[in-house]
Nanobody, 115 residues
């Protein structure tokens, strides 16, 4: 059974930094795309950033220049370095992994940015 284990969320002041990690386990199939989505209270889940197996990345306009996504294919892990955090970045952040046969989501990790 595939599991995505997230870590690194927490409470930080505006302007601070956090680093999220996600590790996939339970399958040896290749992962084409890994990424992070977020859902703020009362809002729909939205894309934050994705990274393909070859390293190509995609970012939401709201995080460009502040967030950096990366992955380690050998560790089957993805990371999200979040700098210059703003209160509007407060949300539950979900890891996402697209395998050749199915997509999976993590349980989510809370990120709270205080003003």
């Amino acid at each position: 059974q595939v599991q995505l284990l997230e870590s690194g969320g927490g409470l930080v002041q505006a302007g601070g930094s956090l680093r999220l990690s996600c590790v996939a386990s339970g399958s040896m199939f290749s992962i084409s795309t890994m990424g992070w989505y977020r859902q703020a209270a009362g809002k729909q889940r939205e894309l934050v950033a994705t990274v393909r197996s070859g390293g190509g990345t995609n970012y939401a306009d709201s995080v460009k220049g502040r967030f950096t996504i990366s992955r380690d294919n050998a560790k089957r892990a993805a990371y999200l370095q979040m700098n210059s955090l703003k209160p509007e970045d407060t949300a539950v952040y979900y890891c996402y992994a697209a395998f050749i046969y199915n997509d999976y989501w993590g349980q989510g990790t809370q990120v709270t940015v205080s003003s």
